[in-house]
């Protein structure tokens, strides 16, 4: 078991430069929402949203450390994602059930493709 500073130099120098990069705008925009929700009631929409959020970091950082788990997590939430957008017709649920910034999230998968062959 690693420790954490183990866990953050494997995360910042690891990968290319930009996947750290695009790991701390995930956390920034993580603590972003969970300050944004924090004098409000939490309901099930906010939750879904904190779920999407949380996913999408997590998976991120799996990434960062170049491990296979956190790529195929990152890639599915994103299809997940792009195949709600398109499927989903009331625009309640659209707004609810999709991430705010899918189309960002694509173009990192992306990224993750191009430099797949480095993960483990």
């Given at each position: 078991m690693r420790d954490i500073k183990t866990i953050f130099k494997d995360l910042t120098s690891k990968?290319?430069?930009?996947f750290p990069l695009v790991g701390l705008f995930h956390i920034l925009w993580l603590l972003w929402v969970?300050?944004?929700l924090r004098g409000e009631h939490i309901g099930w929409e906010e939750m879904v949203r904190l779920g999407w959020i949380v996913g999408y970091t997590i998976f991120w950082l799996g990434s960062c450390d170049l491990r296979k788990w956190g790529a195929w997590g990152y890639m599915a939430l994103t299809l997940l994602d792009a195949i709600l957008f398109l499927t989903l017709k009331?625009?309640?649920y659209k707004v609810i059930f999709i991430s705010s910034l899918f189309l960002i999230d694509g173009v990192?998968?992306?990224f993750i493709l191009f430099f797949y062959k480095r993960f483990r």
């Open positions: 990968p290319p430069l930009m969970l300050v944004s009331d625009p309640y990192f998968s992306f």
